[in-house]
C-alpha cells in the first residue's frame, strides 16, 4: 500500500474543498496525485514491459520510436494536468463547491487544459479551475474553447487591456476613449491590438461611432479598483454616458474575472476629464 508522506500532496493538510476536488478531478480524467516515487517506479516498470513484449514480436524500428514517442506524450500530459491541478488547489475559498463542477465541463477543461506546458499559462487555467470550484458555472465551455486558442501573447495583451476596466454596475466594460493615447500604448494597447483580441473573440472594438450606455438615472456610482466615482446627469432620466471604443464579449467578461490587474494611479482622472467633456457632473467619493 503506498506510503501517503510520498505523494505529491499529502490530503491529510489540505482543506476539505481541494479533497473533493482532487476527487472530481481525478474521476474525469484519472487518477492524479499518485505516490511520487511509486508513480515514476510504475512509469518505468510498465515501459521495460512494454520493450520486453515487443522484443518478443516481430516489430519494425519506426513502431519502436513510435511507442517511445506515445509513452512521452502521454507522460507530458499526465503532468501538465497534474501541475494546473495542483495550482488550483491554492485558490479555494472555504465555501468552495467542487462537488458541484460538472463532471462534461472538468472533461473538456482537462482535453484542453492537458495542452498546456507553459507554467504562466498553467496559471491562468489553474485559475479558471479554482473559479470554477468556488462559484460552479462561472465558466462557460465556449470560454474554455476560447481561451484555449490563446497563445501567451493573446493573454498578455488581454490582461493589459483590463488594466482599463470599470465596475459599471450591471457590467464591466474596459474604458479605451482614444486608442492614440499614451496612457492606453504604454500598455501595448492601440488600434492594431484591439483589433487582434477582437479578431479573437475577446472584445468588440468600434473604432469610429464608439458605445454609450443609455436610459441612465441621473445620479450613478461606479468602481475602478475600489474607488468609487459618483455622476450626476444634468437631466432627471434617460442619460447617457460615453464608454469608449470597447466592449467585452462574454468571453472576454469571463477571462477578465482571473486577471492579474494593475491600479493605474492616473486612469480614474483621465476617465472623468474625459466624461467632464461630455457636460457630465463628476463627484468623486
Same mark, same amino acid.
Given at each position: 500500500?503506498?506510503? +501517503?508522506?510520498?505523494?505529491?500532496?499529502?490530503?491529510?493538510?489540505?482543506?476539505?474543498?481541494?479533497?473533493?476536488?482532487?476527487? &472530481?478531478? *481525478?474521476?474525469?480524467?484519472?487518477?492524479?496525485?499518485?505516490?511520487?516515487?511509486?508513480?515514476?517506479? +510504475?512509469?518505468?516498470?510498465?515501459?521495460?514491459?512494454?520493450?520486453?513484449?515487443?522484443?518478443?514480436?516481430?516489430?519494425?524500428?519506426? =513502431?519502436?520510436?513510435?511507442?517511445?514517442?506515445?509513452?512521452?506524450?502521454? @507522460?507530458?500530459?499526465?503532468?501538465?494536468?497534474?501541475?494546473?491541478? =495542483?495550482?488550483?488547489?491554492?485558490?479555494?475559498?472555504?465555501?468552495?463547491?467542487?462537488?458541484?463542477?460538472?463532471?462534461?465541463?472538468?472533461?473538456?477543461? /482537462?482535453?484542453?487544459?492537458?495542452?498546456?506546458?507553459?507554467?504562466?499559462?498553467?496559471?491562468?487555467?489553474?485559475?479558471?479551475?479554482?473559479? #470554477?470550484?468556488?462559484?460552479?458555472?462561472?465558466?462557460?465551455?465556449?470560454?474554455?474553447?476560447?481561451?484555449? @486558442?490563446?497563445?501567451?501573447?493573446?493573454?498578455?495583451?488581454?490582461?493589459?487591456?483590463?488594466? /482599463?476596466?470599470?465596475?459599471?454596475?450591471?457590467?464591466?466594460?474596459?474604458?479605451? /476613449?482614444?486608442?492614440?493615447? &499614451?496612457?492606453?500604448?504604454?500598455?501595448?494597447?492601440?488600434?492594431?491590438?484591439?483589433?487582434?483580441?477582437? @479578431?479573437?473573440?475577446?472584445?468588440?472594438? #468600434? @473604432?469610429? +461611432?464608439?458605445?454609450?450606455?443609455?436610459? $441612465?438615472? =441621473?445620479?450613478?456610482?461606479?468602481?475602478?479598483?475600489?474607488?468609487? $466615482?459618483?455622476?450626476?446627469?444634468?437631466?432627471? #432620466?434617460?442619460?447617457?454616458?460615453?464608454?469608449?471604443?470597447?466592449?467585452?464579449?462574454?468571453?472576454?467578461?469571463?477571462?477578465? &474575472?482571473?486577471?492579474?490587474?494593475?491600479?493605474? *494611479?492616473?486612469?480614474?482622472?483621465?476617465?472623468?476629464?474625459?466624461?467632464? =467633456?461630455?457636460?457630465?457632473?463628476?463627484?468623486?467619493?
Amino acid at each position: 500500500m503506498a506510503d +501517503a508522506s510520498n505523494s505529491l500532496i499529502n490530503l491529510g493538510d489540505i482543506s476539505k474543498p481541494a479533497t473533493v476536488l482532487i476527487e &472530481k478531478v *481525478s474521476d474525469a480524467v484519472g487518477a492524479i496525485f499518485l505516490p511520487h516515487q511509486i508513480e515514476r517506479i +510504475a512509469k518505468a516498470e510498465a515501459k521495460a514491459d512494454k520493450i520486453k513484449a515487443v522484443s518478443h514480436i516481430e516489430i519494425t524500428k519506426l =513502431q519502436k520510436r513510435a511507442l517511445r514517442r506515445l509513452l512521452q506524450e502521454e @507522460s507530458d500530459k499526465q503532468k501538465n494536468i497534474e501541475n494546473v491541478t =495542483q495550482k488550483a488547489l491554492p485558490l479555494l475559498t472555504k465555501t468552495s463547491s467542487p462537488k458541484d463542477i460538472e463532471r462534461d465541463w472538468l472533461v473538456n477543461f /482537462f482535453d484542453k487544459a492537458r495542452m498546456i506546458s507553459d507554467s504562466e499559462m498553467q496559471d491562468l487555467w489553474s485559475k479558471i479551475l479554482a473559479g #470554477e470550484a468556488n462559484v460552479p458555472g462561472t465558466f462557460s465551455k465556449r470560454t474554455i474553447n476560447t481561451i484555449a @486558442s490563446l497563445d501567451k501573447k493573446d493573454a498578455s495583451l488581454f490582461n493589459s487591456l483590463s488594466n /482599463f476596466v470599470w465596475d459599471l454596475g450591471k457590467t464591466t466594460v474596459p474604458l479605451v /476613449f482614444d486608442v492614440k493615447d &499614451k496612457i492606453y500604448n504604454n500598455y501595448g494597447i492601440n488600434f492594431e491590438t484591439l483589433k487582434h483580441l477582437d @479578431s479573437i473573440g475577446l472584445i468588440n472594438f #468600434e @473604432s469610429l +461611432a464608439g458605445y454609450t450606455l443609455g436610459s $441612465l438615472p =441621473q445620479s450613478i456610482k461606479i468602481f475602478y479598483r475600489g474607488r468609487s $466615482l459618483s455622476i450626476t446627469f444634468g437631466k432627471s #432620466e434617460k442619460n447617457e454616458l460615453n464608454v469608449g471604443s470597447v466592449l467585452l464579449t462574454s468571453v472576454g467578461k469571463d477571462l477578465v &474575472k482571473i486577471c492579474d490587474t494593475k491600479n493605474i *494611479s492616473v486612469f480614474m482622472e483621465y476617465t472623468i476629464d474625459k466624461w467632464k =467633456q461630455d457636460a457630465n457632473i463628476i463627484k468623486s467619493t
